[in-house]
């Protein structure tokens, strides 16, 4: 029996062996076959995807067929010649399938649409010029306008055709399946990284190191970063959400981590470039003109970290993600940073002679001017002023963090401004000094978003005090003439007659004296009509009032008197136009009317 089993045992094995022979042969000949399919497929230059779809079938076909005899030879040790053979002629189908798939990514690569592009058309409309050295009003340039409220969604487009999108995800199935995936990606990587980098000449990103960008004149670097700005949000929202998606379509399938994991390799270089420029700006030179550049930066960066958060959810771009923080926190110092350096140029803009007409100085109109501009950043400014204890605000006094740093460089100019009256050698030159600038402080607080900022408690308080600087003016200039319009000392000592003499020195110096102020005046200068006109009626009553009093109390006991008009030289309707010529800042003569 045992001889018997072992014979019949025998007969199974040889069987078998015959068997797996057959199969083998059949195998090897059906390999061949399918090798001469790749080979000649391969021999041919024109594109499969291009020709025929069934044409294309089939060579998806035969790469399966050719992948399922790799897996069962594989199985199969005894047969390694024929394996190797097999895995030859897979590796040549994968390579000719990476070529397709480079070729459908190149051909049916789709540019961003123009409507996506139109922040271009913007740039010139916002490049003017600053330079905080000339303290110019003009020269303030605050929030860039025309931002977009669109939201992501709006913005999606295709990146590759939608025709061939299903191809391309079959081809990279077929690759993943034959254990090509990591040539696949590479192959996808490489073709949309070429087409991100041409996404950024189109934004026109440059590749700059941080010397040359330190090396930038002004202008070019304040272009530069409106254009950067708004590149980001279209490259953030537009290029990469559509980016993902088609990574999505082609590979989210087959592998959700190498989805990701190519989706930052594509990404990641092209997102280095832009915080660069952020990196490049925070270690330059702390200059006030770059401020508002650099807080639409921090507000344009801020405002897309969701997206790029959303964008890199996994470990593999958590380094994207702190990058941006990183750099935020580096602009948000240089914030800081500036807005000390904008106070202390405050300080330190000094003079040695006083600006000529008492009007309002460019100083004053820059300083209000810059943080007019700075409250449309009041969010951002509250934040930033708000951490590391930067505020100014003491406990319970109930302001913002903001509020407390605008205000403290009003006050900064304030110093500045008193120090730049007591350069006038005329007292009364000095008080409408102060009055011109204090009252523009004010109106400029009154008409802009620095109202609610700063606060109703400001206005009454600076409002008191360009009242104050008025009167005190008032007095310094009109109180030494109308002292020769008083009644005291023109009578003699116990006469009822007033003495001529004394009355033809006091109109005679009065004249004098008017004269004197009217033509110093003239040239002054007190920009607000409102302010003007209102500063004329009051010189207008407090000298019309007391000049018609003198005149009629007196001007008849000098009737009889020879060249009775060299004493009473102006009528009140002459002092009344004359008064009118005052504070335009030119030059002008009285004219007494004949009479």
């Known amino acids: 029996m045992a001889d018997c089993a072992s014979v ?71 047969y390694n010649k024929l394996l190797c053979y097999a895995d030859s002629t897979l590796q040549m189908a994968m390579a000719r399938l990476e070529e397709e798939f480079v070729h459908l990514l190149r051909q049916y690569r789709q540019p961003l649409e123009p409507d996506h592009m139109s922040f271009r058309s913007m740039e010139e409309e916002l490049s003017e010029d600053f330079s905080s050295s000339s303290f110019e009003e003009a020269a303030i340039q605050g929030r860039s306008q025309h931002e977009s409220s669109r939201r992501s969604e709006d913005f999606l487009v295709d990146l590759i055709h939608p025709d061939v999108v299903s191809d391309l995800r079959c081809i990279a199935e077929t690759m993943f399946l034959a254990k090509y995936d990591r040539e696949c990606c590479q192959a996808y990587i490489s073709v949309r990284m070429d087409a991100l980098d041409e996404c950024l000449s189109v934004l026109r990103i440059e590749k700059l190191s941080i010397e040359e960008v330190l090396q930038l004149e002004w202008s070019s670097l304040n272009s530069m970063i409106k254009r950067w700005n708004r590149a980001l949000k279209v490259f953030v929202r537009v290029y990469l959400t559509s980016e993902s998606r088609l990574c999505d379509l ?90 000390s350096a904008f106070k202390n140029a405050i300080r330190e803009n000094t003079s040695t002679t006083g600006f000529a007409g008492g009007g309002v100085h460019p100083l004053t109109k820059y300083v209000m001017n810059y943080i007019k501009a700075l409250a449309d950043y009041r969010v951002t400014m509250n934040v930033l002023f708000d951490e590391q204890n930067y505020s100014l605000q003491e406990e319970g006094n109930g302001l913002s963090p903001v509020a407390s740093n605008l205000q403290s460089v009003t006050s900064i100019l304030e110093s500045n401004l008193n120090d730049r009256s007591i350069l006038y050698v005329d007292t009364a030159l000095q008080c409408l000094f102060l009055m011109n600038n204090i009252c523009y402080m004010v109106q400029k607080v009154k008409d802009s978003d620095l109202q609610p900022i700063l606060g109703d408690d400001w206005i009454r308080l600076h409002n008191r005090k360009f009242m104050k600087h008025a009167m005190n003016y008032e007095r310094a200039s009109w109180n030494p003439v109308l002292l020769f319009l008083k009644d005291e000392g023109i009578y003699n000592h116990g006469s009822s007659t007033p003495s001529k003499t004394v009355l033809k020195e006091r109109f005679r110096n009065f004249n004098q004296a008017f004269e004197e102020v009217y033509r110093t005046q003239m040239v002054w200068s007190v920009p607000y009509v409102d302010l003007r006109e209102d500063l004329r009626i009051s010189i207008s009553l407090k000298v019309l009032q007391a000049y018609r009093t003198f005149i009629g109390r007196y001007a008849s006991h000098l009737d009889a ?35």
Request: aromatic share 8%.
């Open 250 to 339: 082609i590979f989210g399938e087959l592998s959700a981590s190498l989805r990701q994991s190519c989706f930052v390799e594509i990404s990641k270089s092209s997102i280095m470039q832009f915080l660069n420029l952020g990196e490049a700006i925070a270690v330059g030179p702390l200059k006030p003109e770059k401020l508002f550049r650099i807080l639409d930066m921090y507000e344009g960066l801020a405002d897309l970290l969701t997206d790029i958060e959303s964008l890199f959810p996994n470990e593999s771009g958590s380094f994207i993600v702190n990058e941006c923080n990183e750099i935020l926190s580096r602009l948000g110092e240089y914030v800081r940073g500036t807005f």
């Open 8 to 78: 019949v045992g025998v007969e199974v094995s040889k069987q078998k062996l015959l068997t797996e022979e057959g199969e083998m042969s059949e195998s090897e000949a059906r390999l061949g076959i399918l090798h001469e399919k790749i080979v000649n497929w391969d021999s041919d230059q024109s594109m499969i995807w291009d020709r025929d779809p069934d044409e294309t079938s089939e060579f998806l076909q035969v790469v399966n067929e050719v992948q399922q005899l790799v897996d069962k030879l594989t199985t199969s040790p005894v």
């Open 561 to 595: 008197v020879r060249n009775r008009e060299h004493y009473i030289k102006y009528s009140p309707e002459d002092l009344e136009l004359a008064l009118l010529d005052l504070f335009e800042g030119t030059p002008r003569v009285i004219h007494p009317r004949r009479r």
